[in-house]
């Protein structure tokens, strides 16, 4: 598997979107919530009209972002920001913080709830579990992070997939009576934009995974091929949704309350370790981009980054900062917090990048 990911076009075409889709899933659509939220609760040609715009401005945004960072050679969030915003670069560093810590406590809310649920440990187990390997995982860095977020990419697709069939084949007519009545529920263009952009929150975070490409259209290819890795689970999701609807809209862990009340036993335990190896990934890829901005920053001021183990130190405090915010509950978060972190987002990052990146971009080129 090693030398397989080594393989230059496996990481231009593969690894940033495997890392995207990773470190968005745990606050993007791990629990299932975040999809019943922003495309479900439209209908189902609703929630499908809102993804197809998703999708859309993920792909474009994260082009025109693995552009701007391979033209600039801007590798962290603080260069990148630096580029596109001028002195006003630190306005994404106050978002990104609170975002950040925003999507930790929706990850320890909903491990917390999963260990107590299906193993019968104490909500705190969760916790620490977390603190300890994600501190692992920062301890080693951006390689480790890459390859182990990629390949945790690819069990969760098998394990998605897993899940869709065993939905499709005990019920398909209701899925298939949902697809012929094609309802649509008004709201679902400003969903769709929503949830899209609290999602590309990370994609700064992120900018590791873009030192390879040396083409524009390597980048923009990477970011079309990225946008579809991340949003053909949550289409999966949204699918299978409508064997269960309306009740699933008030489910606080959707697919982990499908699978079990459709007798789904072996794969709700695959499930629970799976989404709960997300929440570590996810928090590790975001602290990564993270330290990599700390790193530049210090290199700049003293000719050397953080140590491993200050990087790790980092990643347990921002986890048991996050553990308190979560005792607020994973509904509340998601309905609320992403939905106001989604406008900040807009205004810092995507119209920047729309206007003084693409102008970055066309002189360049010329």
């Not at 094609?182 to 873009?210: C, D, E, H, K, R």
């Not at 949204?238 to 699933?248: Q, R, W």
């Not at 602290?287 to 210090?298: A, M, T, Y």
């Amino acid at each position: 598997m090693a030398g397989v990911l080594n393989s230059r076009l496996i990481r231009i075409y593969l690894i940033p979107g495997a890392v995207f889709q990773s470190v968005m899933v745990g606050g993007g659509y791990g629990t299932g919530r975040e999809i019943v939220e922003y495309f479900t609760s439209f209908g189902i040609t609703g929630g499908l009209l809102a993804m197809s715009i998703s999708f859309a401005i993920l792909a474009v945004v994260l082009g025109l972002t693995f552009e701007i960072a391979r033209l600039f050679n801007a590798y962290d969030y603080r260069s990148f920001f630096k580029r596109l915003l001028g002195r006003g670069w630190v306005a994404f560093e106050v978002l990104i913080i609170l975002q950040f810590l925003l999507v930790l406590a929706v990850l320890a809310s909903a491990a917390g709830n999963i260990l107590r649920d299906e193993f019968g440990m104490p909500y705190g187990v969760g916790l620490v579990v977390m603190l300890a390997v994600v501190g692992l995982l920062t301890f080693f860095g951006r390689e480790l992070i890459a390859k182990a977020l990629t390949f945790w990419s690819l069990l969760l697709y098998a394990t998605f997939i897993a899940f869709f069939v065993q939905v499709f084949s005990s019920d398909w007519n209701s899925i298939a009576h949902a697809l012929r009545d094609g309802q649509i529920i008004s709201g679902w263009q400003q969903s769709g934009f929503q949830y899209a952009l609290y999602n590309l929150a990370v994609a700064p975070l992120l900018l590791f995974t873009a030192r390879e490409f040396t083409s524009r259209r390597e980048t923009f290819r990477s970011g079309a091929i990225a946008a579809a890795i991340a949003i053909v689970p949550a289409l999966i999701f949204h699918l299978s949704f409508f064997a269960a609807y309306p009740a699933v809209l008030e489910q606080a862990i959707p697919v982990y309350w499908m699978m079990g009340s459709m007798g789904m036993t072996t794969l709700v335990i695959v499930y629970s370790v799976m989404l709960f190896g997300t929440f570590i990934e996810t928090g590790a890829g975001m602290l990564q981009g993270i330290n990599d901005r700390i790193d530049v920053w210090l290199v700049e001021k003293r000719g050397s980054g953080a140590s491993r183990s200050a990087h790790a130190t980092l990643a347990v405090c921002a986890i048991a900062v996050s553990a308190l915010l979560s005792l607020v509950g994973i509904t509340a978060l998601i309905a609320k917090g992403y939905g106001t972190m989604a406008w900040g987002i807009l205004v810092v990052y995507v119209i920047p990048l729309m206007t003084i990146g693409v102008s970055h971009i066309i002189r360049t080129k010329r």
